[in-house]
């Protein structure tokens, strides 16, 4: 009778062809002490293993094989981490799967591996120095995801209406949570915002309109609670909550409010592309009218200031000058091509959705300033110039409204140019939310590839939001960009799956292998609802 080692990889050698493809599951990690009733008897102990002999040498030295799945997948752990090896997927991210640090497993040294498999369903037990970790894959559609990710929001992240950050008292509790100010509040709202308004154009549920309206109103009070007409903030806090140590937080007259100055243009551009996607995919009259209103007065304030966003200090903010005073400066003229990108996408959604005339001219008059030609430049600077991930997120969500909108031959040409110089170097990142957008924009053609890559991508986002620490560094399965970012960190040649990497939202560089934290942070996950629904919306999702 042939021994279970010599069977696993005979099995293994035979590299049958590709099974079936099943329903796409989701990864679920729990931890358990040695002796909890619930690890089963054959996990607890420590098992040798057999050292892993295939070409494929893995993502770590020193793997051994512990388990067989009955599609051929082996698993296998060393002191670095467990690993999952599919000889039958075809996807890049699928052949081997990493699993590495506290999202996953108690502690990094595996001694024995236990595999459960009920149809779809599995169970992967792996027994590590401190106890055991269990990670179980369940059959869920990405609308279930979506569901699931909702209910995130709605447990721990809605503060005052706005989607926010929670802190976790104590580590990976999420019942310690506390809910807490982000210093970007408005855009991360907006963004759930518009992923609330494609979700109601898809499905028309009550519900999905309802937390539209909630979100809705959080921008418009950002705006409100400044006493400024068109000066929004980047945040509020009640009095009764603990006030953020940082940034610069100003009462509002009665005492009973703060909101945060120094406004940035990642929330003018967050503002703009969801009272857009508001306006056009689920409100009604009502919110309609608001939408106009708060529109007009943000903008009539960017045009009565020269186009700079002055603060109550009386001068700009710090990220929100858009005049050509500010394009003479050393730092302006790096930063025209994207703040022209944006400001130009502000009047064109403000020409759409008041119908003022007012603002067309304005808009046609700082086509004659030039502003269209800097858009050409974005990415483009001279020398390659730094890669800000989070600049590239403001400009995918002012390429949306501009192209959306923008009708003229020879400035949708403009557009959809540095649009799809953008694609070209953004395509490495395998983001779903930019490959949307380009393709809705006009600036490419859905392929077979693009589709799989977006769909992979969804798909592996977490579902622990827990911002623990990830390393990837030390893997022998990744090689280095000979150029580091701009904090002067190293960067992975090819981007890994998003359960491999931090917990990030799109602002975020994925090429970066090592970061996160501690675990005293939950991200509310709306990052990953936009792309999905706008997916669903043009069709490209099932």
Known sequence: MMSPVRLLFWTIGLMLPACPGIAQTQKFSSHFPI?????????????????WQNAERGPVNGLKAFALEKSGAVWLGSDEGAARFDPHAAFRWDRWQYFYGRRWLLDDHARNIRVEESGERRKVWIRTQRGVSLIEWRPMTL???AEYFDERIEQRHVRNGLVAGSHLRVAGD???????SNDNDGLWTAIYLGAQAYRYAVTHEPEARARAQRALRALLRLEEITGVPGLPARSFVSAEEPLPGSGVWHPTPDGRWYWKGDTSSDELVGHYFAYAACFDLVAGDQEKEAIRKVVARITDYLIKNDYDLIDVTGKPTRWGEYSERFFQTE????????????LLSFLKTACHI?????????????IQRDY????????RWPGGGEVNFSDDELAYLSYQPLLKYEKNPGLRK????????????VRPDMNPLWNYISIASGGGRMTRAVREESQRALERIPMDMIEWAVRNSHRIDVR??????????????????????VVEKWNSNPHIPDGGGAGHGEDDGAYFLLPYWMGRYHGWVK
Do not use: C, M
């Open 35 to 51: 002796e909890a009733p619930e690890v089963p008897a054959e996990v607890r102990a420590e098992a040798r293993g057999t050292p």
């Open 143 to 145: 609308e279930d995801k």
């Open 174 to 180: 999420l019942s310690s949570n506390e809910k807490v």
């Open 331 to 342: 730092e302006g003229r790096y930063e025209a091509p994207l703040r022209s990108l944006e």
């Open 354 to 366: 008041t119908g003022d005339q007012k603002y067309a001219a304005s808009y046609r008059d700082r």
């Open 372 to 379: 269209a030609g800097h858009v050409r430049y974005y990415r």
């Open 414 to 425: 403009i557009y959809l140019g540095s649009l799809r110089f953008t694609w070209s170097q």
């Open 480 to 501: 280095f960009q000979k150029q580091k970012d701009r904090h002067g960190h190293g960067q992975l040649s090819e981007v890994l799956a998003p359960d491999e990497r």
